[in-house]
């Protein structure tokens, strides 16, 4: 998940080191300002190959509007990243339907990770919700499954289903039922030093094992510490799931039954303790981006984290980072993959205006006018959407290296909670908040994995 930045633990650990002695996707140039104000709003044919501009151009821009398609009223929208680019690429988005549908007004709302589900969950329940919201991770179907969004299937097959990278569709189906409409997604794998272990005669990982070895090598505390672990909300723990996924161990089986008391489990959250051995004082508690400033700043050798990542490099520090896949072991699955999935509410006021305001953003010239704007690191989950013009833009060419990474890490990824495909009881999972528990429970309380194993089950099974 993409979350908010805080910058008090960056000051804290850079004081800590002076005292001490110190087929997808990402890209890594620093973020750049949207090319130009959204005064033409988007074709809705994607261009011809011969017009695709070099990675130098700026992105094509439309010279001609598309005809009106007609929506009308008030559309409500809320979405959860606050940086720069996203702001400015959903500013773009909306102000280009509008001119596009001169009869609606779209009205945009930032709504933080975490307060996004709670504001929607009591929103729900007075009528008072959104037309659109972002939902990503196990909320992709989890809303559904709770009855707040809509079955947007017809919507999925009226952009063309086969549009969707199959993987993306696979993981978020319920029955055959569709909740949210993918458009944006962060596959992750782990960055490291690449200059600490030419330094070191480091090679990348391939197994648990051998990635544990290199953590304790690198771990230099309080200058440098060997991994950065973090789990502040419910939203970051990518990282218990991915000890988990490669390990082989999960919540629920293929007959969708608790499945947590296995020695796989209890070998994946051994793993997990061992990482908070090597990771800053009060990680557990920082968002992923608030971590990040850490690695940048030369704080952690190893960080767990998404293709966005890469819009945090210069020219100047970027020959100093590689990536690797997290490992697995064999016959287990791979790292957790996320994407944003637009969802139409079930109580929305303007579900008419959401679906053609959806299907305008995914038309694929507009789609490639908002790719070049966004997150740099947010990429398509539209496969026809890996064109010469996304993956030569300027902001995306210099980081083929993550790209590719990053593609053979979604290839195997799970998706929220469902190790076998999405399942109907992820839902309690989120409303006991017991992936966060655990983590916490794990590290911070340095507990072992029997009694946070018995706390599992038994809070699982309270709910169910």
Request: with cysteine.
């Amino acid at each position: 998940m993409e979350n908010g930045k805080k910058p008090t633990r960056r000051d804290f650990l850079k004081l800590a080191g002076a005292v001490g002695g110190s087929s997808i996707l990402a890209a890594c140039a620093p973020a750049q300002p949207a090319a130009t104000a959204a005064t033409e709003a988007p074709v809705a044919e994607a261009p011809a190959a011969t017009e695709v501009p070099a990675p130098t151009e700026a992105p094509a821009q439309p010279t001609e509007p598309p005809a009106p398609a007609g929506a009308t009223g008030t559309i409500e929208t809320w979405s959860p990243d606050t940086r720069d680019d996203a702001i400015a690429s959903e500013k773009w988005w909306d102000e280009a339907f509008m001119q596009a549908n001169p009869g609606a007004t779209v009205n945009q709302l930032n709504v933080p990770y975490g307060d996004d589900t709670t504001k929607l969950t009591a929103g729900h329940a007075s009528g008072e919700v959104p037309d659109i919201v972002w939902a990503y991770s196990d909320f992709l179907f989890s809303y559904g499954v709770d009855g707040m969004a809509s079955d947007v299937t017809g919507l999925i097959d009226e952009v063309g289903r086969s549009r969707f990278l199959g993987g993306a569709l696979d993981g978020i189906a319920i029955d055959g039922v569709f909740y949210s409409v993918p458009f944006a997604g962060f596959p992750f794998f782990i960055y490291y030093r690449k200059d600490i272990y030419e330094e070191l005669g480091l090679t990348p990982p391939t197994t648990h094992a051998e990635f544990l070895a290199n953590i304790k090598a690198t771990n230099n505390a309080p200058d440098i510490y060997g991994y950065m672990l973090t789990n502040q909300a419910v939203s970051d723990t990518w990282n218990l799931k991915t000890a988990m996924w490669t390990h082989g161990a999960y919540y629920f089986d293929e007959k969708d039954k608790l499945a947590l008391d296995r020695p796989e489990t209890l070998e994946a959250w051994a793993f997990y303790k061992e990482l908070g051995k090597f990771s800053p004082p009060g990680s557990m508690a920082q968002s992923d981006l608030e971590s990040r400033s850490l690695m940048i700043d030369g704080k952690v050798a190893h960080m767990f984290t998404t293709t966005s990542f890469a819009a945090n490099f210069t020219p100047e520090n970027i020959d100093k980072y590689g990536a690797f896949l997290y490992p697995q072991k064999a016959g287990a699955k791979g790292a957790s993959l996320d994407f944003y999935g637009f969802v139409i509410p079930t109580k929305a006021k303007n579900p008419d205006g959401a679906k053609e305001m959806i299907k305008f953003l995914l038309a694929p010239a507009n789609f490639q006018e908002y790719l070049a704007r966004t997150v740099v690191g947010w990429v398509p989950m539209l496969q026809d959407a890996y064109t010469d013009q996304y993956l030569g833009d300027k902001r995306i060419a210099p980081v083929k290296e993550f790209i590719d990474i990053g593609g053979q890490s979604a290839a195997s990824g799970i998706i929220g909670t469902g190790y076998f495909g999405p399942s109907p009881k992820a839902s309690v999972l989120v409303s006991t908040d017991v992936e966060k528990q655990i983590g916490d429970k794990l590290v911070v309380d340095d507990m072992s994995p029997e009694d946070v194993m018995q706390f599992a089950i038994d809070t699982i099974q309270a709910e169910l």
